[in-house]
């Protein structure tokens, strides 16, 4: 399975990306696919991933911005993110894994992120914020 990021870059605080992840390979279907980032000097963070039902799941800080979403017949996931703020600033990277770690990753503050462990990967795309 080969997870492959695109579309980062750096853009003024209010601005807009469009992240997009195409996905080769096969994935279990019980899987959820979705999206964490990284900043240097902090911990790991999820961002959002897509649930059974195919509703996006989101952490606190960028629900009403971010919006995530799957084209299946190009097996490729994107996440739109409006109205960037600086904090936004990270590495992110798609990954595939269990529900469970997903959702504990984005709704327990008890949860270490570092103990994260999607099945797969990719090597990410860097988002930048100014102010």
């Known amino acids: 399975v080969k997870l492959m990021e695109s579309g980062g870059g750096s853009v003024q605080s209010g601005g807009s990306l469009r992240l997009s992840c195409t996905a080769s390979g096969y994935i279990d279907s019980s899987d959820r696919m979705g999206w964490f980032r990284h900043a240097p000097d902090k911990a790991p963070e999820g961002v959002a991933f897509?649930?059974?039902?195919?509703?996006?799941k989101y952490v606190d800080s960028v629900k009403g911005r971010f919006t995530i979403s799957q084209d299946n017949a190009k097996n490729t996931m994107y996440l739109q993110m409006n109205s960037l703020k600086p904090e936004d600033t990270a590495m992110y990277y798609c990954?595939?894994?269990?529900?469970?770690?997903?959702?504990?990753?984005?709704?327990?503050?008890?949860?270490?992120?570092?103990?994260?462990?999607?099945?797969?990967w990719g090597q990410g795309t860097q988002v930048t914020v100014s102010a």
């Open positions: 897509i649930d059974s039902d195919g509703s996006g």
């Open positions: 990954a595939a894994g269990p529900r469970e770690e997903w959702w504990t990753l984005l709704t327990d503050p008890r949860r270490n992120a570092y103990s994260f462990q999607p099945n797969y």
